[in-house]
């Protein structure tokens, strides 16, 4: 099993990959792409007997170097019992990049002092 996957069998068809320009902020962003119709069927224990439930959907994740973490964008959308669309997107990122720390080393040679013990 995947990390992040639910425990359960997944099954993954209809698998598409591309690459699509999305805007972060006001920024494009060239991203890769890849979609998928899944099919969960997981189990779970409810006290003393299984529970069993299943799900379809389909999802499609956008994903760039140039974007901290990785992810720019996913949207799952599931039709059954009732449609439901989830969308997660960045909207506006900085980077801020903190000057390298600095550390001195003791001082060794002639004319400095002994450590302490």
Do not use: C
């Amino acid at each position: 099993m995947e990390p992040g996957m639910p425990a359960g069998n997944v099954e993954s068809t209809n698998v598409k990959t591309g690459t699509e320009t999305v805007e972060v902020g006001e920024k494009k962003v060239e991203a890769s792409t890849k979609e998928m119709d899944v099919k969960l069927v997981q189990e779970e224990n409810a006290g003393p007997g299984i529970m069993r439930s299943s799900g379809e959907s389909h999802v499609k994740v956008w994903t760039s170097a140039e974007v901290p973490g990785g992810i720019v964008k996913t949207v799952v959308t599931r039709n059954r019992p009732f449609k439901v669309v989830i969308t997660t997107s960045v909207v506006r990122m900085s980077v801020v990049r903190e000057a390298a720390a600095t550390t001195t080393a003791p001082a060794t040679g002639p004319g400095t002092a002994p450590a302490r013990k």
